[in-house]
Structure formats: structure tokens, C-alpha cells
């Protein structure tokens, strides 16, 4: 079984910055893509920016410029730097990561809560 533990999130005034990381646990042979995702109250779940294995992103339109993945594939985990947030980046940012191990499986953490105030 593979856990994704988020951590990171919180409460932070329009124009600042926070770190989410996210740490993969459990039986991994390899982890495919790692990603964040964020959903709005009242909203779907939208992907918010991804990364690949050989270090390809992939971001939204509403963060290109302003958010940053990176991961380290020794540690299994994946990192988002969030700078000049807004409020309506206000959401619960989920982990995701396709891990390969006996079977290939795609995993979710529980969630961080963000919370931009203007």
C-alpha cells in the first residue's frame, strides 16, 4: 500500500508565498508522474501542475509564472512553491503520484488546506 502525506499548507495574506511538499511511502519500485491538484469550495478538483519522472512539467494557466513543482526522485517526494498568491488560490491542494510497484496504481494524498487572505 503507498501513502502520500501532504504537508505545508496554511494561512497566508495576498502576495505571499508558501511550500507544499508531499512524501510517497510504502512498497515503490518507481513513482511515473507526481503532481499537485486543488479544489475550490464549490469547484471540481483542477490540476494545478505536474512533473514527470525525468523532471517534464506541466501547470495550469492560472499559475504558470507564479507556482513551481520540482521532486526528488531518491526521496519520493514532490515539492509546490507557491509565490505571489492570490485569493483565488484559495483550495485544498491534493498529491498525486502513479507509482509502479506490483501493479501501477495512481494515488491520492488526504489534502492541505490553502488559505490566501486579501
Known amino acids: 500500500q503507498v501513502q502520500l502525506v501532504e504537508s505545508g499548507g496554511g494561512l497566508v495574506q495576498a502576495g505571499g508565498s508558501l511550500r507544499l511538499s508531499c512524501a510517497a511511502s510504502g512498497i515503490i519500485f518507481s513513482i511515473n508522474s507526481m503532481g499537485w491538484y486543488r479544489q475550490a469550495p464549490g469547484k471540481q478538483r483542477e490540476l494545478v501542475a505536474t512533473i514527470t519522472s525525468s523532471g517534464n512539467t506541466n501547470y495550469a494557466d492560472s499559475v504558470k509564472g507564479r507556482f513551481t513543482i520540482s521532486r526528488d526522485n531518491a526521496k519520493n517526494t514532490v515539492h509546490l512553491q507557491m509565490d505571489n498568491l492570490k485569493s483565488?488560490?484559495?483550495?485544498?491542494?491534493?498529491?498525486?503520484?502513479?507509482?509502479?510497484?506490483?501493479?501501477?496504481?495512481?494515488?491520492?494524498?488526504?489534502?492541505?488546506?490553502?488559505?490566501?487572505?486579501?
Open 88 to 118: 483565488e488560490d484559495t483550495a485544498v491542494y491534493y498529491c498525486n503520484a502513479v507509482v509502479r510497484a506490483f501493479t501501477t496504481g495512481n494515488y491520492w494524498g488526504k489534502g492541505t488546506l490553502v488559505t490566501v487572505s486579501s
